[in-house]
Protein backbone atom coordinates (compact mmCIF):
# COMPACT_ATOMS: atom_id res chain seq x y z
CA UNK A 1 0.00 0.00 0.00
CA UNK A 2 1.15 3.43 -0.59
CA UNK A 3 1.66 5.71 1.91
CA UNK A 4 0.33 9.14 1.94
CA UNK A 5 2.61 11.62 1.37
CA UNK A 6 3.58 13.99 4.92
CA UNK A 7 2.73 17.30 2.55
CA UNK A 8 -0.96 16.23 2.82
CA UNK A 9 -0.86 15.74 6.93
CA UNK A 10 1.39 18.39 7.84
CA UNK A 11 -0.90 20.92 6.14
CA UNK A 12 -4.43 18.53 7.36
CA UNK A 13 -2.97 19.09 10.77
CA UNK A 14 -1.50 22.78 10.23
CA UNK A 15 -5.34 23.57 9.20
CA UNK A 16 -6.84 21.86 12.46
CA UNK A 17 -3.97 23.49 14.74
CA UNK A 18 -4.17 26.89 13.46
CA UNK A 19 -8.73 26.49 13.74
CA UNK A 20 -8.05 25.71 16.99
CA UNK A 21 -5.21 28.06 18.07
CA UNK A 22 -6.92 30.96 16.62
CA UNK A 23 -9.65 32.01 19.03
CA UNK A 24 -7.20 31.93 21.24
CA UNK A 25 -4.95 34.22 19.18
CA UNK A 26 -7.54 36.27 18.91
CA UNK A 27 -8.26 36.81 22.44
CA UNK A 28 -4.72 37.97 22.82
CA UNK A 29 -5.67 40.61 20.26
CA UNK A 30 -8.37 41.70 21.98
CA UNK A 31 -6.50 41.61 25.55
CA UNK A 32 -3.83 44.59 23.56
CA UNK A 33 -6.15 46.71 22.08
CA UNK A 34 -7.54 49.49 23.96
CA UNK A 35 -11.23 49.89 23.89
CA UNK A 36 -11.90 52.58 21.31
CA UNK A 37 -10.19 50.34 18.42
CA UNK A 38 -12.31 47.19 19.97
CA UNK A 39 -15.13 47.52 17.23
CA UNK A 40 -12.90 48.69 14.20
CA UNK A 41 -12.25 47.10 11.43
CA UNK A 42 -10.31 43.76 12.95
CA UNK A 43 -6.77 43.45 11.81
CA UNK A 44 -5.21 40.01 11.49
CA UNK A 45 -2.08 41.21 11.94
CA UNK A 46 -0.94 42.42 15.28
CA UNK A 47 0.45 46.01 15.30
CA UNK A 48 1.36 48.35 18.07
CA UNK A 49 0.15 46.88 21.15
CA UNK A 50 -1.42 48.30 23.85
CA UNK A 51 -0.65 47.06 27.38
CA UNK A 52 -3.04 49.00 29.55
CA UNK A 53 -5.17 46.52 30.20
CA UNK A 54 -2.51 44.06 31.28
CA UNK A 55 -1.18 47.07 33.77
CA UNK A 56 -4.58 47.52 34.92
CA UNK A 57 -5.50 43.65 35.66
CA UNK A 58 -2.11 43.39 37.21
CA UNK A 59 -2.24 46.41 39.26
CA UNK A 60 -5.66 45.69 40.68
CA UNK A 61 -4.96 43.93 44.31
CA UNK A 62 -8.62 42.25 43.87
CA UNK A 63 -7.82 40.41 41.36
CA UNK A 64 -4.61 39.60 42.24
CA UNK A 65 -6.08 38.08 45.44
CA UNK A 66 -8.84 35.84 42.81
CA UNK A 67 -5.63 34.74 41.23
CA UNK A 68 -4.20 33.76 44.34
CA UNK A 69 -7.50 31.99 45.76
CA UNK A 70 -7.53 30.14 42.23
CA UNK A 71 -4.23 29.08 42.75
CA UNK A 72 -4.83 27.80 46.31
CA UNK A 73 -8.06 25.74 45.05
CA UNK A 74 -7.56 24.08 42.06
CA UNK A 75 -3.52 23.01 43.90
CA UNK A 76 -5.51 21.89 46.87
CA UNK A 77 -8.21 19.87 45.04
CA UNK A 78 -5.94 18.49 42.69
CA UNK A 79 -3.64 17.20 45.10
CA UNK A 80 -6.18 15.62 47.52
CA UNK A 81 -7.95 13.90 44.46
CA UNK A 82 -4.92 12.58 43.20
CA UNK A 83 -3.76 11.43 46.28
CA UNK A 84 -6.84 9.82 47.50
CA UNK A 85 -8.05 8.95 44.31
CA UNK A 86 -4.44 6.77 43.51
CA UNK A 87 -5.16 5.07 47.48
CA UNK A 88 -9.42 4.60 46.27
CA UNK A 89 -7.57 2.78 43.55
CA UNK A 90 -5.25 0.49 45.05
CA UNK A 91 -7.71 -0.70 47.48
CA UNK A 92 -9.96 -1.46 44.38
CA UNK A 93 -7.35 -2.98 42.43
CA UNK A 94 -5.26 -4.72 44.82
CA UNK A 95 -8.50 -6.06 48.14
CA UNK A 96 -11.29 -8.45 47.53
CA UNK A 97 -13.96 -6.43 48.85
CA UNK A 98 -17.45 -7.31 47.94
CA UNK A 99 -19.22 -5.48 45.24
CA UNK A 100 -16.13 -3.19 44.94
CA UNK A 101 -17.22 -2.89 41.12
CA UNK A 102 -20.89 -1.38 42.52
CA UNK A 103 -18.53 0.95 44.45
CA UNK A 104 -16.32 1.93 41.43
CA UNK A 105 -19.92 2.53 39.11
CA UNK A 106 -21.34 4.29 41.66
CA UNK A 107 -18.93 6.73 42.66
CA UNK A 108 -19.16 8.51 38.94
CA UNK A 109 -22.88 8.71 39.28
CA UNK A 110 -22.13 12.62 40.55
CA UNK A 111 -20.89 13.67 37.47
CA UNK A 112 -23.48 11.86 35.45
CA UNK A 113 -25.98 15.09 36.26
CA UNK A 114 -25.45 18.82 35.84
CA UNK A 115 -23.34 20.49 38.24
CA UNK A 116 -26.56 22.97 38.55
CA UNK A 117 -28.18 20.30 40.31
CA UNK A 118 -26.02 20.39 43.04
CA UNK A 119 -26.19 23.91 44.01
CA UNK A 120 -28.78 24.54 46.20
CA UNK A 121 -27.94 21.29 48.42
CA UNK A 122 -24.51 22.32 48.45
CA UNK A 123 -25.18 25.97 49.45
CA UNK A 124 -27.58 24.76 52.21
CA UNK A 125 -24.85 22.48 53.59
CA UNK A 126 -22.50 25.04 53.38
CA UNK A 127 -24.53 27.62 54.81
CA UNK A 128 -26.43 25.23 57.47
CA UNK A 129 -25.00 21.79 58.12
CA UNK A 130 -21.60 22.43 57.93
CA UNK A 131 -21.04 25.36 60.63
CA UNK A 132 -19.25 25.86 63.76
CA UNK A 133 -20.28 28.71 65.52
CA UNK A 134 -20.28 31.88 63.66
CA UNK A 135 -17.75 30.31 60.96
CA UNK A 136 -19.53 28.61 57.91
CA UNK A 137 -17.81 26.51 54.47
CA UNK A 138 -19.70 29.21 52.27
CA UNK A 139 -17.01 31.59 50.61
CA UNK A 140 -13.78 29.51 52.07
CA UNK A 141 -10.91 28.34 50.64
CA UNK A 142 -11.46 24.65 52.14
CA UNK A 143 -14.99 24.89 50.96
CA UNK A 144 -14.26 25.40 47.83
CA UNK A 145 -11.80 22.94 47.72
CA UNK A 146 -13.65 19.92 49.07
CA UNK A 147 -16.81 21.40 46.50
CA UNK A 148 -14.42 20.74 43.85
CA UNK A 149 -13.41 17.49 45.17
CA UNK A 150 -16.54 15.97 45.60
CA UNK A 151 -17.01 16.38 41.91
CA UNK A 152 -13.26 15.55 41.00
CA UNK A 153 -12.78 12.59 43.42
CA UNK A 154 -14.82 10.42 41.28
CA UNK A 155 -13.07 11.51 38.59
CA UNK A 156 -9.97 10.67 39.76
CA UNK A 157 -10.88 7.27 40.68
CA UNK A 158 -11.91 6.82 37.02
CA UNK A 159 -8.77 7.97 35.18
CA UNK A 160 -6.40 6.18 37.78
CA UNK A 161 -7.60 2.88 38.11
CA UNK A 162 -6.48 1.00 34.70
CA UNK A 163 -3.05 2.75 36.05
CA UNK A 164 -3.15 0.88 39.04
CA UNK A 165 -4.66 -1.97 37.85
CA UNK A 166 -1.94 -2.23 34.72
CA UNK A 167 0.68 -2.61 37.76
CA UNK A 168 1.28 -6.48 37.58
CA UNK A 169 0.79 -7.51 41.65
CA UNK A 170 3.46 -10.34 41.06
CA UNK A 171 5.52 -6.75 41.75
CA UNK A 172 3.82 -6.42 45.02
CA UNK A 173 4.68 -10.11 45.77
CA UNK A 174 8.24 -9.56 45.05
CA UNK A 175 8.30 -6.42 46.95
CA UNK A 176 6.53 -8.08 50.20
CA UNK A 177 8.44 -11.13 49.59
CA UNK A 178 11.93 -9.01 49.07
CA UNK A 179 10.87 -7.38 53.07
CA UNK A 180 8.79 -4.85 51.89
CA UNK A 181 5.70 -3.24 54.38
CA UNK A 182 2.24 -2.33 52.93
CA UNK A 183 3.77 0.88 52.98
CA UNK A 184 6.77 0.39 51.53
CA UNK A 185 5.25 -1.44 48.66
CA UNK A 186 2.97 1.83 48.14
CA UNK A 187 5.79 4.01 48.36
CA UNK A 188 8.58 2.77 46.98
CA UNK A 189 6.79 0.40 43.82
CA UNK A 190 3.10 1.28 43.03
CA UNK A 191 3.63 5.27 43.22
CA UNK A 192 6.24 5.65 40.88
CA UNK A 193 4.98 2.78 38.54
CA UNK A 194 1.70 5.51 38.49
CA UNK A 195 3.75 8.39 37.66
CA UNK A 196 2.24 9.01 34.17
CA UNK A 197 -1.61 8.48 35.43
CA UNK A 198 -1.28 10.71 38.57
CA UNK A 199 0.42 13.43 36.54
CA UNK A 200 -2.70 13.27 34.17
CA UNK A 201 -5.17 13.10 37.12
CA UNK A 202 -3.24 15.98 38.80
CA UNK A 203 -3.34 17.96 35.59
CA UNK A 204 -6.96 17.39 35.00
CA UNK A 205 -8.52 18.07 38.37
CA UNK A 206 -6.31 21.22 38.44
CA UNK A 207 -7.79 21.90 35.65
CA UNK A 208 -11.36 21.45 35.99
CA UNK A 209 -11.05 23.70 39.92
CA UNK A 210 -9.03 26.44 37.58
CA UNK A 211 -11.66 26.47 34.89
CA UNK A 212 -15.10 26.23 37.18
CA UNK A 213 -17.30 29.06 37.09
CA UNK A 214 -20.76 28.48 38.00
CA UNK A 215 -20.04 26.62 41.95
CA UNK A 216 -16.94 29.04 42.11
CA UNK A 217 -20.09 32.12 41.58
CA UNK A 218 -22.25 30.23 43.82
CA UNK A 219 -20.69 29.39 46.82
CA UNK A 220 -18.45 32.34 47.15
CA UNK A 221 -18.61 35.94 48.25
CA UNK A 222 -15.12 37.53 48.28
CA UNK A 223 -12.88 36.05 50.28
CA UNK A 224 -12.50 32.64 48.45
CA UNK A 225 -13.50 34.26 44.48
CA UNK A 226 -11.53 33.23 41.78
CA UNK A 227 -10.51 34.38 38.81
CA UNK A 228 -13.35 32.90 36.46
CA UNK A 229 -15.45 34.42 38.71
CA UNK A 230 -13.40 38.04 38.28
CA UNK A 231 -14.26 37.92 34.68
CA UNK A 232 -17.97 38.59 35.60
CA UNK A 233 -17.52 42.08 37.65
CA UNK A 234 -16.38 43.23 34.23
CA UNK A 235 -19.94 43.05 32.81
CA UNK A 236 -21.21 46.00 34.00
CA UNK A 237 -24.78 48.00 33.51
CA UNK A 238 -22.88 51.17 32.10
CA UNK A 239 -21.16 48.25 29.77
CA UNK A 240 -18.61 45.73 29.16
CA UNK A 241 -14.59 46.32 29.97
CA UNK A 242 -14.07 43.29 27.01
CA UNK A 243 -10.12 44.31 26.98
CA UNK A 244 -9.98 43.34 30.63
CA UNK A 245 -11.72 40.75 30.31
CA UNK A 246 -9.97 38.96 27.54
CA UNK A 247 -6.84 40.07 29.61
CA UNK A 248 -8.14 38.36 32.69
CA UNK A 249 -8.78 35.36 30.07
CA UNK A 250 -5.14 35.45 28.98
CA UNK A 251 -4.18 35.46 32.76
CA UNK A 252 -6.55 32.31 33.35
CA UNK A 253 -4.94 30.56 30.18
CA UNK A 254 -1.14 31.13 31.08
CA UNK A 255 -0.70 29.12 34.27
CA UNK A 256 -3.04 26.48 32.62
CA UNK A 257 -1.02 26.13 29.22
CA UNK A 258 2.54 26.44 31.20
CA UNK A 259 1.45 22.95 33.53
CA UNK A 260 -0.01 21.03 29.99
CA UNK A 261 3.66 21.87 28.11
CA UNK A 262 5.28 20.46 31.21
CA UNK A 263 3.70 17.66 31.91
CA UNK A 264 2.32 17.04 28.22
CA UNK A 265 4.68 13.75 27.59
CA UNK A 266 3.30 12.05 30.86
CA UNK A 267 -0.14 13.05 29.93
CA UNK A 268 0.13 11.36 26.47
CA UNK A 269 1.61 8.49 27.99
CA UNK A 270 -1.08 8.13 31.13
CA UNK A 271 -4.26 8.23 27.98
CA UNK A 272 -2.45 5.28 26.75
CA UNK A 273 -1.22 3.71 29.51
CA UNK A 274 -3.00 -0.02 29.96
CA UNK A 275 -4.26 0.03 26.28
CA UNK A 276 -1.71 -2.30 24.88
CA UNK A 277 -1.03 -5.47 26.92
CA UNK A 278 3.11 -4.70 27.73
CA UNK B 1 20.00 -23.09 55.18
CA UNK B 2 17.01 -24.73 57.12
CA UNK B 3 14.63 -27.74 56.11
CA UNK B 4 10.80 -27.27 54.95
CA UNK B 5 8.06 -29.46 56.24
CA UNK B 6 4.41 -29.43 54.72
CA UNK B 7 2.08 -30.74 56.66
CA UNK B 8 -1.07 -32.12 55.58
CA UNK B 9 -2.10 -28.79 54.34
CA UNK B 10 -5.54 -27.88 52.40
CA UNK B 11 -6.18 -24.79 50.44
CA UNK B 12 -10.30 -23.35 50.05
CA UNK B 13 -11.02 -20.83 48.00
CA UNK B 14 -14.64 -20.16 49.65
CA UNK B 15 -16.49 -23.63 49.23
CA UNK B 16 -13.78 -25.05 46.39
CA UNK B 17 -11.34 -27.17 48.33
CA UNK B 18 -7.72 -26.98 45.59
CA UNK B 19 -5.42 -28.32 48.15
CA UNK B 20 -6.09 -32.14 49.47
CA UNK B 21 -4.09 -32.62 52.96
CA UNK B 22 -0.41 -32.37 50.87
CA UNK B 23 2.60 -33.44 53.10
CA UNK B 24 6.40 -33.13 51.52
CA UNK B 25 9.46 -33.10 53.67
CA UNK B 26 12.81 -31.29 52.56
CA UNK B 27 15.76 -31.71 53.73
CA UNK B 28 18.27 -28.87 54.64
CA UNK B 29 19.75 -27.66 51.22
CA UNK B 30 17.71 -30.18 48.82
CA UNK B 31 16.74 -29.11 45.62
CA UNK B 32 12.83 -30.11 45.50
CA UNK B 33 10.49 -29.93 42.42
CA UNK B 34 7.34 -29.86 42.10
CA UNK B 35 5.81 -30.92 39.10
CA UNK B 36 2.67 -31.32 37.65
CA UNK B 37 -0.17 -30.61 34.68
CA UNK B 38 -1.58 -26.78 34.50
CA UNK B 39 -4.04 -26.65 37.77
CA UNK B 40 -2.96 -29.37 39.87
CA UNK B 41 -1.59 -26.84 42.64
CA UNK B 42 2.22 -26.79 42.62
CA UNK B 43 1.98 -22.65 42.21
CA UNK B 44 -0.50 -22.33 45.06
CA UNK B 45 1.68 -24.65 47.42
CA UNK B 46 4.61 -22.84 46.66
CA UNK B 47 3.07 -19.55 46.92
CA UNK B 48 2.02 -20.80 50.71
CA UNK B 49 5.33 -21.28 51.17
CA UNK B 50 6.58 -17.41 50.48
CA UNK B 51 3.45 -16.65 52.58
CA UNK B 52 1.60 -14.86 49.50
CA UNK B 53 -1.73 -17.25 49.96
CA UNK B 54 -3.26 -18.11 53.38
CA UNK B 55 -2.90 -21.92 54.24
CA UNK B 56 -6.66 -23.17 55.09
CA UNK B 57 -5.57 -26.27 57.14
CA UNK B 58 -2.47 -28.09 58.03
CA UNK B 59 1.26 -26.54 59.19
CA UNK B 60 3.74 -25.14 56.99
CA UNK B 61 7.23 -25.39 58.80
CA UNK B 62 10.73 -23.73 57.70
CA UNK B 63 13.39 -24.58 59.96
CA UNK B 64 11.52 -25.79 62.45
CA UNK B 65 9.90 -22.96 62.68
CA UNK B 66 5.69 -23.02 62.15
CA UNK B 67 5.55 -20.10 59.85
CA UNK B 68 1.60 -20.35 58.81
CA UNK B 69 1.08 -16.76 60.06
CA UNK B 70 3.89 -15.34 59.67
CA UNK B 71 4.67 -12.23 56.95
CA UNK B 72 6.34 -13.09 53.99
CA UNK B 73 9.26 -10.76 55.18
CA UNK B 74 9.95 -12.34 58.11
CA UNK B 75 10.12 -16.20 56.75
CA UNK B 76 13.34 -15.89 55.80
CA UNK B 77 13.10 -16.69 52.18
CA UNK B 78 13.57 -15.26 48.58
CA UNK B 79 11.27 -15.84 45.45
CA UNK B 80 12.31 -15.77 41.76
CA UNK B 81 8.92 -15.25 39.50
CA UNK B 82 8.05 -16.60 36.23
CA UNK B 83 7.72 -13.35 35.24
CA UNK B 84 11.23 -12.37 36.87
CA UNK B 85 9.07 -9.27 38.34
CA UNK B 86 11.19 -6.63 38.48
CA UNK B 87 10.98 -3.10 39.29
CA UNK B 88 10.84 -1.25 35.78
CA UNK B 89 11.80 1.56 37.33
CA UNK B 90 14.62 0.82 38.99
CA UNK B 91 18.12 0.05 37.84
CA UNK B 92 19.77 -3.63 37.87
CA UNK B 93 21.77 -2.16 40.73
CA UNK B 94 18.91 -0.60 42.77
CA UNK B 95 16.77 -3.86 41.81
CA UNK B 96 19.53 -6.56 43.47
CA UNK B 97 19.93 -4.45 46.66
CA UNK B 98 16.19 -3.67 47.26
CA UNK B 99 15.71 -6.65 49.53
CA UNK B 100 18.73 -5.25 51.25
CA UNK B 101 17.52 -1.29 51.51
CA UNK B 102 14.14 -2.97 52.97
CA UNK B 103 16.17 -4.46 55.68
CA UNK B 104 18.04 -1.08 56.45
CA UNK B 105 21.53 -2.49 55.50
CA UNK B 106 24.12 0.14 55.10
CA UNK B 107 24.94 1.58 51.76
CA UNK B 108 28.24 0.26 51.89
CA UNK B 109 26.89 -3.23 52.53
CA UNK B 110 24.50 -3.01 49.78
CA UNK B 111 27.04 -2.29 47.51
CA UNK B 112 29.47 -5.17 48.52
CA UNK B 113 26.43 -7.72 48.54
CA UNK B 114 25.21 -6.30 45.14
CA UNK B 115 28.60 -6.61 43.44
CA UNK B 116 29.31 -9.86 44.81
CA UNK B 117 25.74 -11.15 43.34
CA UNK B 118 26.55 -9.73 39.99
CA UNK B 119 30.01 -10.93 39.56
CA UNK B 120 28.54 -14.55 40.41
CA UNK B 121 25.52 -14.00 37.78
CA UNK B 122 27.84 -11.95 35.02
CA UNK B 123 25.70 -8.95 35.65
CA UNK B 124 28.50 -6.30 36.54
CA UNK B 125 28.22 -4.61 33.56
CA UNK B 126 24.51 -4.34 33.43
CA UNK B 127 24.30 -2.78 37.11
CA UNK B 128 23.23 0.76 35.45
CA UNK B 129 20.48 -0.52 32.98
CA UNK B 130 17.15 -0.53 33.56
CA UNK B 131 14.85 -4.28 33.16
CA UNK B 132 13.67 -3.17 29.72
CA UNK B 133 17.43 -2.82 28.17
CA UNK B 134 17.81 -6.30 29.19
CA UNK B 135 17.32 -9.72 27.56
CA UNK B 136 15.29 -12.64 28.99
CA UNK B 137 18.20 -14.51 30.33
CA UNK B 138 19.68 -11.21 31.92
CA UNK B 139 16.41 -10.36 33.78
CA UNK B 140 16.08 -13.67 34.54
CA UNK B 141 19.38 -13.42 36.18
CA UNK B 142 18.56 -10.32 37.66
CA UNK B 143 15.76 -11.77 39.26
CA UNK B 144 18.33 -14.40 41.25
CA UNK B 145 20.76 -11.78 41.87
CA UNK B 146 18.28 -9.83 43.97
CA UNK B 147 17.16 -13.48 45.61
CA UNK B 148 20.66 -14.64 45.91
CA UNK B 149 21.96 -11.16 47.80
CA UNK B 150 19.42 -11.38 50.73
CA UNK B 151 21.06 -15.18 51.84
CA UNK B 152 18.16 -16.77 52.21
CA UNK B 153 17.04 -19.83 54.31
CA UNK B 154 14.60 -20.94 51.31
CA UNK B 155 14.76 -20.32 47.67
CA UNK B 156 11.61 -20.55 46.00
CA UNK B 157 11.10 -20.36 41.97
CA UNK B 158 8.28 -20.04 40.33
CA UNK B 159 8.27 -21.41 37.04
CA UNK B 160 11.21 -19.31 36.04
CA UNK B 161 12.45 -20.32 32.47
CA UNK B 162 8.79 -20.76 31.18
CA UNK B 163 9.36 -17.37 29.47
CA UNK B 164 12.71 -18.19 27.96
CA UNK B 165 13.47 -20.11 24.77
CA UNK B 166 14.27 -23.87 24.81
CA UNK B 167 18.23 -22.93 24.45
CA UNK B 168 18.52 -20.30 26.77
CA UNK B 169 16.29 -22.49 28.87
CA UNK B 170 19.10 -25.56 29.22
CA UNK B 171 21.53 -22.26 29.64
CA UNK B 172 20.30 -20.74 32.74
CA UNK B 173 18.91 -24.68 33.87
CA UNK B 174 22.55 -25.39 34.07
CA UNK B 175 23.43 -21.99 36.11
CA UNK B 176 20.48 -22.65 38.79
CA UNK B 177 22.10 -25.83 39.12
CA UNK B 178 25.90 -24.43 39.47
CA UNK B 179 23.65 -21.61 41.69
CA UNK B 180 22.84 -24.24 44.36
CA UNK B 181 25.81 -26.17 43.86
CA UNK B 182 27.64 -23.24 45.20
CA UNK B 183 25.24 -22.03 47.93
CA UNK B 184 23.78 -25.09 49.07
CA UNK B 185 20.93 -23.52 49.81
CA UNK B 186 16.99 -25.19 50.30
CA UNK B 187 15.70 -24.78 46.53
CA UNK B 188 11.48 -25.09 45.99
CA UNK B 189 11.38 -25.00 42.32
CA UNK B 190 7.66 -25.15 40.69
CA UNK B 191 7.59 -26.45 37.45
CA UNK B 192 5.54 -27.82 34.66
CA UNK B 193 8.11 -29.18 32.55
CA UNK B 194 9.42 -33.08 33.46
CA UNK B 195 12.43 -32.70 31.99
CA UNK B 196 13.32 -29.61 33.60
CA UNK B 197 12.49 -31.26 36.95
CA UNK B 198 14.34 -34.28 35.97
CA UNK B 199 17.15 -32.83 35.23
CA UNK B 200 17.77 -30.80 37.98
CA UNK B 201 16.44 -32.63 41.15
CA UNK B 202 17.44 -33.97 44.24
CA UNK B 203 13.63 -35.16 44.80
CA UNK B 204 10.82 -34.43 42.85
CA UNK B 205 7.04 -33.87 43.85
CA UNK B 206 4.44 -34.99 41.32
CA UNK B 207 1.26 -33.43 42.00
CA UNK B 208 -2.35 -33.59 40.23
CA UNK B 209 -5.52 -31.79 41.23
CA UNK B 210 -4.25 -30.57 44.42
CA UNK B 211 -2.56 -34.06 45.57
CA UNK B 212 0.93 -35.57 46.11
CA UNK B 213 1.11 -38.65 43.78
CA UNK B 214 4.42 -39.69 44.39
CA UNK B 215 7.86 -38.32 45.89
CA UNK B 216 11.04 -39.56 44.63
CA UNK B 217 14.46 -39.21 43.35
CA UNK B 218 13.90 -38.27 39.43
CA UNK B 219 15.40 -42.22 38.79
CA UNK B 220 13.21 -43.87 41.27
CA UNK B 221 10.30 -42.15 39.75
CA UNK B 222 11.44 -42.75 36.39
CA UNK B 223 12.08 -46.31 37.29
CA UNK B 224 9.48 -47.00 39.88
CA UNK B 225 6.73 -44.99 39.10
CA UNK B 226 3.40 -45.65 41.46
CA UNK B 227 0.47 -45.56 38.98
CA UNK B 228 -0.32 -44.35 35.42
CA UNK B 229 -0.13 -40.81 36.02
CA UNK B 230 3.51 -40.44 37.48
CA UNK B 231 4.48 -43.31 34.70
CA UNK B 232 3.08 -40.96 31.53
CA UNK B 233 3.94 -37.52 33.21
CA UNK B 234 7.75 -38.46 34.00
CA UNK B 235 9.89 -39.29 31.50
CA UNK B 236 10.05 -38.24 27.47
CA UNK B 237 8.56 -39.32 25.15
CA UNK B 238 5.91 -40.36 27.70
CA UNK B 239 5.41 -44.21 27.90
CA UNK B 240 3.59 -46.33 26.23
CA UNK B 241 0.19 -47.58 27.48
CA UNK B 242 -1.53 -50.68 26.10
CA UNK B 243 -5.04 -51.99 27.70
CA UNK B 244 -5.76 -55.60 27.77
CA UNK B 245 -5.78 -58.30 30.41
CA UNK B 246 -3.71 -61.22 31.21
CA UNK B 247 -3.97 -64.52 29.39
CA UNK B 248 -2.24 -67.44 28.92
CA UNK B 249 -0.43 -68.50 25.66
CA UNK B 250 0.03 -72.38 26.04
CA UNK B 251 2.11 -72.87 28.86
CA UNK B 252 3.12 -69.51 29.96
CA UNK B 253 1.40 -66.48 30.62
CA UNK B 254 1.23 -63.29 27.73
CA UNK B 255 -0.49 -59.80 28.07
CA UNK B 256 -3.64 -59.56 25.56
CA UNK B 257 -4.48 -56.69 24.51
CA UNK B 258 -8.02 -55.52 23.58
CA UNK B 259 -7.35 -55.85 20.06
CA UNK B 260 -5.44 -58.88 20.58
CA UNK B 261 -2.06 -58.05 20.61
CA UNK B 262 -0.07 -59.89 22.59
CA UNK B 263 3.21 -58.83 24.69
CA UNK B 264 5.62 -60.56 27.07
CA UNK B 265 4.93 -60.19 30.46
CA UNK B 266 7.27 -60.01 33.52
CA UNK B 267 7.21 -61.79 37.14
CA UNK B 268 3.81 -60.33 38.12
CA UNK B 269 1.36 -61.51 41.25
CA UNK B 270 -1.25 -60.50 38.65
CA UNK B 271 -4.40 -63.65 38.25
CA UNK B 272 -4.99 -64.66 34.48
CA UNK B 273 -7.87 -62.87 33.35
CA UNK B 274 -7.33 -59.74 35.33
CA UNK B 275 -7.89 -56.57 33.28
CA UNK B 276 -4.65 -54.40 33.40
CA UNK B 277 -2.32 -51.39 31.55
CA UNK B 278 0.38 -52.77 30.16
CA UNK B 279 3.14 -49.63 30.17
CA UNK B 280 6.26 -49.43 28.62
CA UNK B 281 9.04 -46.77 27.91
CA UNK B 282 9.87 -45.91 24.45
CA UNK B 283 13.24 -46.21 25.02
CA UNK B 284 12.92 -49.41 26.19
CA UNK B 285 11.00 -50.62 22.45
CA UNK B 286 13.89 -52.42 20.29
CA UNK B 287 13.81 -53.53 16.85
CA UNK B 288 14.41 -57.24 16.21
CA UNK B 289 13.82 -60.34 14.51
CA UNK B 290 11.32 -62.26 16.73
CA UNK B 291 9.60 -59.59 17.76
CA UNK B 292 5.87 -58.56 17.79
CA UNK B 293 5.32 -57.62 14.37
CA UNK B 294 4.03 -54.07 13.69
CA UNK B 295 3.13 -51.81 10.96
CA UNK B 296 5.41 -48.30 10.91
CA UNK B 297 2.82 -45.47 10.80
CA UNK B 298 5.35 -42.83 11.16
CA UNK B 299 9.47 -42.66 11.64
CA UNK B 300 11.02 -39.17 13.06
CA UNK B 301 14.93 -39.16 12.90
CA UNK B 302 16.46 -36.66 15.02
CA UNK B 303 20.18 -37.15 14.51
CA UNK B 304 21.26 -38.88 17.50
CA UNK B 305 17.97 -41.14 17.51
CA UNK B 306 14.75 -41.74 15.45
CA UNK B 307 11.42 -42.15 17.15
CA UNK B 308 9.29 -45.05 15.34
CA UNK B 309 4.82 -44.56 15.72
CA UNK B 310 3.50 -48.34 14.70
CA UNK B 311 -0.11 -49.68 15.27
CA UNK B 312 -1.51 -53.60 15.78
CA UNK B 313 -4.90 -53.37 15.13
CA UNK B 314 -5.90 -50.08 17.38
CA UNK B 315 -2.87 -50.77 20.30
CA UNK B 316 -0.33 -47.76 18.98
CA UNK B 317 3.62 -48.01 19.99
CA UNK B 318 6.36 -45.76 20.46
CA UNK B 319 9.88 -46.68 20.20
CA UNK B 320 12.70 -44.44 20.62
CA UNK B 321 16.23 -46.19 18.91
CA UNK B 322 19.63 -45.01 18.22
CA UNK B 323 19.52 -46.81 14.77
CA UNK B 324 18.85 -45.00 11.79
CA UNK B 325 15.71 -46.74 10.50
CA UNK B 326 14.91 -46.51 6.46
CA UNK B 327 11.56 -48.22 6.80
CA UNK B 328 8.53 -46.31 5.56
CA UNK B 329 5.21 -45.72 7.00
CA UNK B 330 3.00 -48.95 5.81
CA UNK B 331 5.40 -51.79 5.60
CA UNK B 332 6.39 -53.77 8.95
CA UNK B 333 8.98 -54.28 11.82
CA UNK B 334 9.37 -56.70 14.60
CA UNK B 335 9.64 -54.98 17.97
CA UNK B 336 11.42 -56.48 20.97
CA UNK B 337 10.37 -55.66 24.30
CA UNK B 338 12.31 -56.84 27.57
CA UNK B 339 9.75 -58.47 30.17
CA UNK B 340 12.16 -56.78 32.72
CA UNK B 341 11.16 -53.25 31.59
CA UNK B 342 7.45 -53.52 31.38
CA UNK B 343 5.51 -52.18 34.43
CA UNK B 344 1.99 -53.43 34.76
CA UNK B 345 -0.83 -51.16 35.96
CA UNK B 346 -4.21 -52.21 37.71
CA UNK B 347 -6.62 -51.11 34.96
CA UNK B 348 -9.48 -49.62 37.08
CA UNK B 349 -6.91 -48.20 39.64
CA UNK B 350 -4.19 -47.19 38.03
CA UNK B 351 -1.91 -47.77 40.74
CA UNK B 352 1.16 -50.05 40.33
CA UNK B 353 0.81 -54.13 40.11
Known sequence: MRKPSPIIGLIFWSLVSLLTLFPIYWLFVISVKPAVQLFSTPELILSDPYWGNY??????????????????????????CTVLGFFACYALSRFNMSGKESIFFWTITNRMAPPAVFLLPLFLLMTQVYTVGDWKLLDTRIGMILVYCTFNLPFAIWTLRPTVDGIPKELDEAAYVDGASSWQVITQIVFP?????????????????????????????????TLTTGLSEYVTTTGTAWGVMATISVFTLIPALIVFGLVQKHIVAGLTFGAVKG | MANVTIDKVI??????????????????????????????????????LAGLEEISDGTISIGGRVVNDVLPKERDIAMVFQSYALYPHKTVYDNIGFPLLMAKRSKAEIAEKVKGAAEILDLTKYLDRYPKELSGGQRQRVAMGRAIVRDPQVFLFDEPLSNLDAKLRVTMRIEIKELHQRLGTTIVYVTHDQVEAMTMADKIVVMRDGRVEQIGSPLDLYDNPVNTFV?????????NFVHGKIASDGSSRVFQSDSGLKLPLPQTTAAEGQAVTYGVRPECVRIGEGGVEMEIVAVEPTGSETQIFARSGSDLIDALVKERISARPGSKLGFVIDPEDVHLFDRKTGQHI
Open chain 1, 55 to 80: AKVWGDRLLRSYMLNSVIISTGNAVI
Open chain 1, 193 to 225: LCRPGLAVTLILTWVFAWNEYLLAATLTNFNAR
Open chain 2, 231 to 239: AGFIGSPSM
Open chain 2, 11 to 48: KRYGAAQVMHGVSVDIEDGEFVVLVGPSGCGKSTLLRM
